[in-house]
C-alpha cells in the first residue's frame, strides 16, 4: 500500500519533452510533401501548352475559330506567362512566396474549371490569358521555394533537378496523352487536368513548407512605374518573334515590335537606376554568379528554341517524314532530357557548379554546331545534336539557375527566379525568329508545301547551316561572357 502522503511519480508530468522547432530537411526524403506540391506546379507548366496544341485542331472546328484566333489561344499564354513574372516575383520576395504560390495555385484551378463553359474562341483566349498569370505567379516562386527549403548546395541542386524531371515528363507524354483523351473525350477535358494538379499542388505547399520568415522578405515601397516599364519591354519582346516567323521580316509589324521592346528597355533601365526603391536592383544583377548564370540560361534558350524549330522543319517538310514519325525524331532529346537528371547532382559534386555550369553550355553550343555543319549528312547527325543540346541544357537549366540565386540577398530569390525565367523565355523566342527570318529571306516559294525542287530543298540547307551558325555565334559568345564572369566566383 503507499502511505497517504506519497504521490506515485507521473512521467509525463515530471519530464516533459522537449519541443523543437523544425530544421530544414535533411534529404529529398523529409521534404517530400513539399517536392509532391513544387514538382505539380512544373508538371502543369510542361503538360499545359504541349497538351493543348494536340487539340488545336479540334478546337478550331467546334469554336469556329480562325487560324489567327487560334495562333493567340497558344500565343497568349505564353506572352501573359513571360509579361508578367517579374511583377509576381518582386510581389513574392515582398508579401511572402508562399503566399503568392497558393494564390496563384488557386486562380489556376479557378481558370482550369472556367474551361468547361467556354463556348467562343474570345472566351477561351480570356482563360488562357487567365492561366498565364496564374503560371507568372506559381512557377518562378516554385524554384525560389525549392532553393530556400534547402541549406546545402547538393540537396538545392537534386530537389530542383527532380522538380524539373517531373515537368519533362509531362512535356513528353503531353502529346499522347492529349490524342488518347481527345479520342474518347471532348477537348476541354485537356485544361480540365489542370485542376486536380493545382489541387495537389496547394496539399503539397501547405503541408510541406511553412509561411515565409518576416526577415526573409523586404518592405520597399512597390515600383509601380517599373513594374509598367517592364512589361511593356517583355511583352513586345515575346510578340516580335512570332510576327518575324509570321508576317516576315519585309513587314513592318516586327519591327515596330521589336523598336518597342528596346525602347522600354532603355526607360526601364533608367527607371530602375534612378529609382530609390526599384523593381529589379541592377547592382544585384550585375553579380558575377546572377549575370554568370543568367547568360548560361540566355545562351541555352537561344540554342535549344532554334535547333527545335529547325529540326521540325527539316523533319517533317524537307525530308517528308510525318507527325508521328518526325515525333519520334525528336526521341533523343526527350530520352537524355529525361536521362540525364540523375547524373547532374553527381557532375557538380565532382567538378563544381561553376565548371559545370560552363561544361553544360560548351556541350548546348557544339551540338548547335554539329547540327549546322553536318544535317545534311542524314538523321545520325540531327540525332546527335539533339542529344548534346539536351545534356548541356539538363545541366544548365538547374545549375545555372540555382547559382543565379546564390548570387542573390535572400529577399530577393522569387525575382531572380522570374529573371532567369524571363531570359529563357525571350532568347527561346529569339532562336526561333532567327530561324524563321533565314528561312524567309532564303527560301523561294511556300515553305508549307510538299514536294520541294532541288532548288528550295538547297536554300532550306544553306538557310538552316546559315541560322544554325548564327545561332551558335550568339551562344558561344554569351558562354564565353559568362564564364569570364564567373571564373573568380565562390564555387559553393
Do not use: C
Not at 510542361?46 to 494536340?54: E, R
Not at 467562343?120 to 524554384?143: F, K, N
Not at 527549403?149 to 515537368?167: K, N, W, Y
Amino acid at each position: 500500500m503507499t502511505a497517504p502522503h506519497e504521490t506515485r511519480p507521473t512521467p509525463a508530468a515530471a519530464d516533459p519533452p522537449a519541443i523543437r522547432p523544425p530544421g530544414p530537411p535533411r534529404s529529398l526524403r523529409e521534404a517530400r510533401v513539399a517536392l509532391a506540391g513544387l514538382s505539380a506546379v512544373f508538371l502543369f507548366e510542361m503538360l499545359d501548352n504541349s497538351i493543348l496544341t494536340v487539340a488545336l485542331p479540334t478546337i478550331g472546328r467546334e469554336l469556329n475559330a480562325s487560324t489567327l484566333a487560334l495562333q493567340w489561344v497558344t500565343s497568349v499564354y505564353a506572352v501573359v506567362f513571360g509579361g508578367s513574372m517579374l511583377v509576381f516575383g518582386a510581389a513574392a520576395d515582398r508579401y511572402g512566396r508562399r503566399r503568392i504560390m497558393l494564390a496563384g495555385l488557386a486562380l489556376l484551378g479557378l481558370a482550369s474549371l472556367a474551361t468547361a463553359f467556354v463556348t467562343t474562341a474570345e472566351q477561351l483566349i480570356a482563360v488562357r490569358a487567365v492561366t498565364g498569370v496564374a503560371a507568372a505567379m506559381t512557377t518562378p516562386v516554385s524554384m525560389a521555394l525549392a532553393f530556400r527549403l534547402f541549406t546545402t548546395e547538393d540537396l538545392r541542386i537534386r530537389a530542383t533537378s527532380l522538380i524539373s524531371t517531373v515537368g519533362l515528363v509531362g512535356l513528353a507524354v503531353g502529346p499522347t496523352v492529349g490524342g488518347f483523351v481527345l479520342a474518347i473525350a471532348p477537348w476541354q477535358a485537356l485544361l480540365l487536368v489542370n485542376v486536380p494538379i493545382a489541387v495537389l499542388a496547394i496539399v503539397g505547399v501547405r503541408a510541406g513548407i511553412a509561411e515565409d520568415d518576416a526577415a526573409d522578405l523586404h518592405r520597399d515601397p512597390v515600383d509601380v512605374l517599373g513594374a509598367v516599364l517592364g512589361t511593356a519591354t517583355i511583352v513586345p519582346a515575346l510578340v516580335a518573334p512570332t510576327l518575324f516567323v509570321s508576317q516576315g521580316a519585309g513587314s513592318w509589324e516586327p519591327w515596330t515590335a521589336t523598336a518597342a521592346a528596346a525602347l522600354g528597355a532603355l526607360l526601364f533601365v533608367h527607371r530602375e537606376l534612378s529609382a530609390r526603391h526599384p523593381l529589379l536592383d541592377l547592382r544585384l544583377v550585375a553579380r558575377p554568379l546572377v549575370s554568370g548564370g543568367l547568360a548560361y540560361k540566355a545562351a541555352a534558350g537561344l540554342a535549344t528554341a532554334g535547333l527545335g524549330y529547325l529540326v521540325t522543319l527539316q523533319l517533317q517538310l524537307d525530308w517528308g517524314w510525318t507527325p508521328g514519325l518526325a515525333a519520334l525524331g525528336m526521341l533523343p532529346q526527350v530520352v537524355v532530357l529525361l536521362a540525364a537528371g540523375p547524373l547532374v547532382g553527381p557532375l557538380v559534386e565532382r567538378v563544381g557548379s561553376g565548371r559545370a555550369s560552363w561544361i553544360g553550355a560548351t556541350a548546348v553550343v557544339f551540338g548547335l554546331a554539329v547540327y549546322s555543319l553536318l544535317s545534311g549528312f542524314g538523321y545520325l547527325w540531327v540525332a546527335i545534336a539533339l542529344a548534346l543540346v539536351a545534356a548541356g541544357m539538363r545541366v544548365v537549366g538547374v545549375v545555372a539557375a540555382v547559382n543565379v540565386l546564390r548570387g542573390l540577398p535572400k529577399n530577393r530569390t522569387s525575382i531572380g527566379a522570374a529573371l532567369t525565367d524571363t531570359a529563357t523565355e525571350v532568347t527561346s523566342g529569339v532562336g526561333i525568329a532567327v530561324g524563321g527570318t533565314v528561312l524567309a529571306v532564303l527560301f523561294t516559294g511556300d515553305i508549307a508545301t510538299s514536294h520541294w525542287s532541288a532548288a528550295q530543298s538547297a536554300e532550306f540547307h544553306r538557310a538552316v547551316t546559315i541560322a544554325g551558325l548564327l545561332l551558335t555565334g550568339a551562344a558561344a559568345a554569351l558562354v564565353g561572357w559568362a564564364i569570364l564572369r564567373t571564373r573568380n566566383a565562390a564555387d559553393g
